[in-house]
């Protein structure tokens, strides 16, 4: 199961009522609040729906808010025989929008969310209405094959070339803060033990782990999700073209992933869209800028509607 309880709020700080279904083939959790054109919070490595606690409130106002833990992350299972690819993050996603019948969507992907978005685009472009991108990428496997590593992903190189990344990412219940550091984490204020506990709580045990061991081999592997991400490019391609509203919001510190290259991704896919910068933040925006980026948001939708 989870390794989070569903009824956990973690001293009021994610106070959203728990929702879950089991039509992806596990149990999946997922915030819906508020009520309007759907919003979808699309997280990644290694985080779950509590990255966007600042965000819910304020957009649920005008939106309805769909916050789902990917499979493995948060208050969802973590089944033992899953495959947790790419490609099976996304049906997960894509189960769900099916099921909640949500259409007029704008995705807001940050890290892992990007691809997945990117895949689930591809396979709902109709349902699509607005994109927000945050520290991601899309298509491009530029990230890893530029001319060095980001510093995430030398130390994800280095400790699998030793055998010890299972080890140190089967334990992130101890790793979470240097883990999310060594990604660029900033505003290191926000770092209390009620935050460590939370991200701490979704991995209890090696097994919770699965999810979070898995994306970034896929990331330093990129063939394990080529095939996934090439049948995907062309139908988001056609979206940008066809000038679907898209916004990138990049934290200009992140160690995760290139922030020349993320911006350079979003403007060949997206070449109508607005990028705004953030020198002083990371790759997890979401912590380090929330009253920057939320009404950068809650504005673009409005705008766009």
Known sequence: MGGIAADETFDGTFPFQPHFTTTPGFRMHYVDEGAGEPIVLI???PTWSYLYRNFIPQLSRNFRVIAPDNMGF???ETPATADYTLDRHARNLGTLIEELDLRDITLVMQDWGGPMGTVVASRYPDRMKRFV???TIFGTDRNVREERLTPWFEAIKTMEEAGQLEAVLGNLRYLIGGVMM??????REVVTDTWLRAYASAFPTFEECRG????????LHLDRIRETLVAAIPGLFKLGQAGVPAMMIEGMQDRGIWPHVAIAGFRAFFPQGTVHELPEAGHFVQEDAPEVIVPLIEEFCLRTN
Not at 212 to 219: D, R, V
């Open 43 to 45: 997280h990644g490595e």
């Open 74 to 76: 948060g208050k969802s």
């Open 133 to 135: 991108a945050m520290n």
């Open 182 to 187: 060594t990604l660029g984490l900033q505003r």
């Open 212 to 219: 979070a061991i898995a994306f970034p081999l896929e990331g």
